[in-house]
């Protein structure tokens, strides 16, 4: 677009300007060429959101009404193996393993563990779920603002943090009741990243070896929230449940880099699975999980009804399609 407006074609506001610059003696107009054209760049170089992709939608394969425990409200969700793990914030002792049948996602027990209760936390809202290579799972902890560690077995249980909470107030993050850590995923060894959901929502990347140290943290503003993350490689993805989306980022510490937008907007707003009430963000999305073929989101209703269904308080498992 750019060049056109200063070689004859459709002609842009730098244009205009040199136009009139010809008119002026010789010595002014070789003064003032160099910054026209530097104008010129300016004026037509693309802006911030011309970087960014359009949102792909994702497929729908099967969306599975989930079934399990009195007050199941998942949060959290990991594939290793074909499986799914899950938390639910209502229960502080149990990971669960999601069976996938023909017409529902069964929440069953995998571990149950007893988690030492920190100073002043009676409840520890488990949030987020990821797992290492020796099987021990990691589980954020929104009550505690914690890692909380637990062997593969469940017999041991032990925090792998301290409280993170004044490190995220310092820079801004945690200022809303509820938005606090929430998605989790492992780095490296000993290093995790962890969101804090929303209000403002941002990453808190930490490394535990040979002692906690918090590495990079940044406040991303209230335009979104995240509620979970997945890694492979140095691609993080951002499960971001204001917008339905999923952001896949390299520079995952960088708001404004250039990223993928994978949409599923258009499955939880199809009149066959929209809730009744929104009021915990525009849509519900706790979980997100990824294996080489399919994305899998889990939806967190809070107990509320689905429109075309005013008894069915069931949460969702939406399984997608894993765009190439």
């Known amino acids: 677009m ?7 074609g459709k002609r842009g506001p730098a244009a205009i300007r040199l136009s009139a610059a010809l008119r002026l003696p010789l010595g002014f107009r070789l003064l003032l060429a160099p910054l026209a054209l530097c104008a010129s760049a300016l004026l037509w170089m ?14 729908a394969i099967r969306v599975l009404p989930v079934e399990g425990p009195e007050s199941n409200q998942p949060s959290g969700l990991f594939v290793h193996n074909d499986t799914l793990y899950t938390v639910s914030d209502k229960h502080d002792d149990t990971i669960f393993r999601i069976e996938l049948r023909e017409d529902a996602a069964v929440f069953v ?32 902890s929104e009550g505690a603002f914690a890692i909380l560690k637990v062997d593969a077995d469940g017999k041991k249980a032990s925090w792998v943090t301290t409280s993170l909470r004044k490190v995220g107030a310092s820079a801004g993050l945690f200022q809303t009741r509820g938005g606090y850590l929430e998605g989790i995923t492992l780095m ?9 959901e929303r209000q403002p929502c941002g990453l808190i990347e930490v490394d535990m070896a040979p002692v906690q140290r918090i590495v990079e943290i940044a406040n991303h503003g209230s335009a979104n929230s995240y509620t979970g993350l997945h890694r492979e490689v140095e691609n993080v993805y951002i499960l971001q449940r204001s917008t339905a989306t999923i952001r896949k980022t390299i520079r995952y510490l960088d708001i404004d880099a250039p990223s993928t937008i994978w949409s599923f907007a258009h499955i939880v707003n199809d009149p066959e699975y929209l809730y009744q009430h929104e009021q915990f963000g525009a849509k519900t999305a706790e979980g997100l999980a990824m294996d080489h073929d399919r994305v899998y989101v889990i939806l967190d209703n809070n107990n509320d ?19 190439g």
């Open 2 to 8: 750019g060049s056109r407006g200063l070689s004859g």
């Open 46 to 59: 693309p802006g911030p959101a011309a970087a960014q992709e359009s949102p792909v939608d994702l497929e």
């Open 109 to 140: 027990p995998h571990v149950r563990f007893d988690a030492p209760r920190p100073f002043g936390v009676f409840r520890l809202d488990l949030e987020g779920i990821t797992r290492d290579e020796d099987g021990s799972f990691y589980l954020a």
């Open 188 to 196: 490296a060894r000993d290093r995790f990243l962890v969101t804090a």
């Open 305 to 323: 009804v689905r429109r075309m269904y005013p008894t069915d308080h069931r949460p969702l498992l939406l399984i997608m399609k894993r765009p």
